[in-house]
């Protein structure tokens, strides 16, 4: 329905920060609220964040709440995840994901997936 690509993941410090990108391909990519979820080994797939068409209202897991941030930038067809303050407890392969609402926190509710980009975060 949309494809989508991760970006900027890395190894990062506890404490430290990292950005991460999913660029979207098509015309409609206003149509969709936009998610990020994360998976860390031997776990379910976990909803961190999303963000509503227009971007303006934006939901969070209340571990990231104060740390992370979602945002948009629709005329270029990206979604971002600036993460801040990052623990060891967040180390996993983050997600980026599509849907047609943005209250959703389950995985099987979403129409498009990412491939995933890793976040490391050491203590």
């Known amino acids: 329905q949309v494809q989508l690509v991760e970006s900027g993941g890395g190894l990062v410090q506890a404490g430290g920060s990292l950005r991460l990108s999913c660029a979207a391909s098509?015309?409609?990519?206003?149509?969709?609220?936009m998610y990020w979820f994360r998976q860390a080994p031997g776990k379910e797939r976990e909803f961190v964040a999303s963000?509503?068409?227009?971007?303006?209202?934006?939901r969070y897991i209340d571990s990231v709440k104060g740390r992370f941030t979602i945002s948009r930038d629709n005329a270029k067809n990206t979604v971002f995840l600036q993460m801040n303050s990052l623990k060891p407890e967040d180390t996993a392969v983050y997600y980026c994901?599509?849907?047609?609402?943005?209250?959703?926190?389950?995985?099987?509710?979403?129409?498009?997936w990412g491939q995933g980009t890793q976040v490391t975060v050491s203590s």
């Open positions: 994901g599509a849907s047609a609402s943005y209250d959703y926190t389950m995985a099987r509710n979403l129409d498009s």
């Open positions: 963000i509503s068409r227009s971007g303006g209202r934006t």
């Open positions: 098509g015309r409609t990519f206003s149509n969709y609220a």
